[in-house]
């Protein structure tokens, strides 16, 4: 399984953009990038998945380069209530089982 | 929407119990995970299963069991429960895929947080 590594956490503001960067170096030929958001008390909620170039939907753009190497999250004009933990994952979808590994997240603290 | 319920949002118990959680999903889902999340760990997945009846450890099952009689319920069996099991236990799922076109998303529920005294 492919580990990832992205930042321990980050601050920002009201409507600015976050950018999560977070690298995946061994990622193989099966695995899907997908990135959840979890709040306190909650379990993690399913935000974007991709597989290369750039996937958006209406909470989130994933940008993956041509190696695959590492993904960026990015949230247009974030709000107070996008304060959560971001996790990153690749996981293998060829397998049974699908199993996905999270690393440690990156918690993003949007400020007033 | 998928919709994972976990039976209980807390639970305390005292060292040595056995401890039952229960997970049921309404999706139809073949997968199913139970993971556990402590602070400066991230989640940590304890066990899964592809099939009822089939079960694989994940990376830390030791002190666990799983049950998987029935397509939409996966069970987590703490047999003899210790303070270090003190924990935010979620469970997930997920449609089966193999390929490049599937879908690997894993719906969770809201997470049962057990204390064991």
């Known amino acids: 399984l492919a580990k990832t590594t992205q930042p321990i956490s980050m601050d920002s503001y009201e409507g600015q953009e976050v950018n999560i960067t977070c690298s995946h170096n061994n990622i193989a030929t099966n695995d899907y990038i997908t990135w959840y958001q979890q709040f306190p008390s909650q379990g993690p909620r399913f935000i974007i998945q991709g597989y290369k170039t750039k996937v958006t939907n209406e909470v989130a753009s994933l940008f993956i380069p041509a190696d695959r190497k590492s993904s960026t999250l990015s949230l247009p004009r974030v709000s107070l209530s996008d304060t959560a933990v971001y996790y990153c994952l690749v996981g293998d979808i060829s397998a049974a089982g699908n199993k996905l590994t999270f690393g440690g997240g990156t918690r993003v603290l949007v400020k007033p | 929407d998928v919709k994972v319920t976990q039976s209980s949002r807390y639970l305390v118990k005292r060292t040595g119990e056995k401890v039952f959680l229960e997970c049921v999903q309404d999706m139809d889902h073949e997968n199913m995970f139970w993971y556990r999340q402590d602070p400066g760990l991230g989640l940590r997945l304890i066990y899964f299963s592809y099939d009822v009846k089939m079960k694989e450890k994940g990376d830390i099952p030791e002190g666990y069991s799983v049950s998987r009689e029935k397509k939409e319920r996966f069970s987590l069996i703490l047999e003899s429960a210790s303070t270090n099991q003190t924990s935010m236990y979620l469970c997930?799922?997920?449609?089966?895929?193999?390929?490049?076109?599937?879908?690997?998303?894993?719906?969770f529920g809201a997470g049962t947080r057990l204390s064991v005294l």
């Open positions: 997930a799922s997920k449609e089966a895929g193999t390929g490049v076109s599937a879908k690997n998303i894993q719906y």
